[in-house]
């Protein structure tokens, strides 16, 4: 059976080498994980401009890297926030955006004092996609696009 499931993951690789991801392997388990996410400011506020995107983008970098998360694409638009990465299986998604989000919103707030007049930064609401219905190129391209429409 474990043999079988080598082969297979042999198989599987050299496939997925072509989008340029490698899987995440343990001694129990092999790998590949990818979310779509999508959040929002309270009120859909166009906030995340100049310093606080910049200061967004470091903080969401800083996290994933905290909680071993590869980010695969990272779109901050004023109003929205478009993150594409792979995961290990041992987190689930709620907890990836309760730790980005409590995250990045104490700091911002704490950075920016006009972020203090909203009730909180973020929505309790957020999108979440795995890559199964479409391909991680396609979400990619997605996410790169973000921001250069008129």
Known sequence: ????????????????K???QEY???????????YHFIWIPRRRRKVLVGD??????????DKCKQLTLEILELAIEPDHIHLFVN??????PHQIMFNIKGYS???LRKEFPHLLKMPSMWTRSYFCSTA???SSETIKKYIAAQGTRD
């Open 105 to 107: 919103s104490r700091f």
């Open 24 to 34: 995440r392997r343990k001694n129990t388990s092999c790998t590949l994980i990818n």
């Open 52 to 61: 606080v995107r910049v200061r967004c983008e470091e903080l969401i970098r």
């Open 1 to 16: 059976m474990i043999s079988t499931l080598c082969l297979y993951v042999k198989y599987i690789d050299t496939k997925n």
């Open 18 to 20: 072509k989008m340029g």
């Open 132 to 134: 199964g219905n479409v």
């Open 87 to 92: 995961c290990p299986p041992d987190i689930a």
